[in-house]
């Protein structure tokens, strides 16, 4: 009788154990599960309240050289993290440089806005009447050029060929820095220095070439301003 009594108690509190252990887990789970659904709430508004605020603009790039897709690609990116790290965002769209006869109205045959920008990559050889640099030039407000060859030569000179997106995405960033930044914008630090030798090389491939607090600023002011006379002339009507 005894050893049935304490069969019996032992699995009395096996029992009550194991229903303690599976409540246990269910709230742990209804903990986590709520933990998550808060968390990406809040993540949700983060993202909402910091993306409402950043300026942005659109990017038209036009590519009349051999730089493939993929190079062309590796480049927006890095110059998108080097403008985000402003505080700018960026849409990029790949034009094709015929003009499409489609009847349809593709993005890259919009009338351009106040916060578009023009991003031409072009050979060394073309020549200009306008202020000239090793990294391209750039004619306010909307019209960016910059070099194939001079960070293809960058590349191939340090025997690293695979630095080319990274290069070519940082001279992007700093002839889009001219336009947002106006004339005489150039630093003696960061994206906007006149002139890379092996240092800033360096420097673009760690990721550490990037504007300065006060370059960055401006150029949030100077978006923002662009993006409210195109809201403007869109109330406006377009006209």
Known sequence: MKSTFRDEHSTQVEAIRNQRLHFLRQISRA?????????????????????GPSPAI?????NYTPASPAVLAGAEREAA?????????????DCPVEHSISTTQAP?????ETSDIVLRVVSESTQNKFQDTVFGFAVHPILASVYYEYPMRLAVGDNAEFELPIILGCVIAHELGHLLLG?????????MQPRWER????????????????????I???????????????????S
């Open 220 to 238: 949030q002011t100077e978006a923002q301003s662009r993006m409210s006379l195109r809201t403007a002339r869109l109330g406006d009507g377009g």
């Open 199 to 218: 240092k800033q090389v360096h420097q673009a491939m760690t990721g550490a070439m990037l504007f300065t607090p006060a370059q960055s600023k401006h």
């Open 108 to 112: 890259c045959e919009e009338a351009l």
């Open 31 to 51: 903990v986590g599960m709520f933990v998550g659904i808060m968390g990406l709430a809040f993540q949700g508004v983060a993202l909402a309240g910091s993306e």
């Open 81 to 93: 993290r080097i403008l985000s790290a402003a505080g700018l965002r960026t849409i990029w769209l």
């Open 58 to 62: 659109r990017i038209r790039v036009n």
């Open 183 to 191: 004339s005489n914008s150039h630093s003696g630090s960061g994206i």
